[in-house]
């Protein structure tokens, strides 16, 4: 397999594995530009030369989008080996390039947020275990930071207080949403259209700032569903799931 590094001379041509599509979807744009900026920052995209999911992608940690404390830590914000990807060892392989790299630039180890138990968009748990990561500390509801130090000295890093329990002073749905991932920006406005024309309160809050995300009411900061301020999910529903849920919680 070999491995392509987005460079802000490539980025525009090559795709970005988790949202494959032309470059004027509002996905693709999204993401490139926060991309572009983030570049800048040291944040690294590799990804495998295929044209699926398989990537990692990751940035010093006080350059992340997430409510924590991990000085000198470099953390993998995605990490996605999928489909006809999968067991080939290629998930290894981007690891074992971003634990390199980060050692080369004088890292104190490696963070990624994770689970109790496996759930989508985040890494797995038992994976983490063994390729020896540690937790390092949880936030309500099951959210799980994992790292991997280099040296005995390396302190831990730990979650925000702001985002131990995640709440919010919104009323109805409200949905927090970086560009790091791609898929809000194409399924958010889905959802808010839906909540609007069945007379559901719902507000969309782009996080589109570092410090601001750094600072965030959840630790997952891509996408956080809330209702009546209180935590639902960092999945983002389809439509009838989106429903089913209004339902669930006595909306309609």
Known sequence: MNYIQLTEENLEKEHI??????????????KKAWLRERLREGLVFLKGDVRGKCFIEYLPAEFAWIPMEAAGYMHINCFWV????????YANDLLERCIADANEKGMAGLTVISSSKKKPFLSDPGYLTYKGFRLADTAEPFFELFYLPFTKEAVAPRFKDCAKKPKCDAMGFAAYYTSGCP????????????????????????IDSRE???????????????YNGAYVTN???SEKKFLALC???GAI
């Open 17 to 30: 594995c988790c949202a494959i599509a032309g470059s004027k979807d509002p996905q693709v744009m999204a």
């Open 235 to 237: 999945e983002i529903p």
């Open 183 to 206: 898929f809000p920006a194409k399924y958010v406005p889905i959802l808010e259209a839906h909540a609007k024309e069945n007379g559901i309160p719902f507000t969309a809050i782009h």
């Open 82 to 89: 999928s489909g006809a990807c999968k067991e080939h060892g």
């Open 212 to 226: 601001q995300a750094q600072n965030a009411p959840a630790v997952w900061t891509n996408f956080a569903l809330f």
């Open 247 to 249: 339902q669930e919680k």
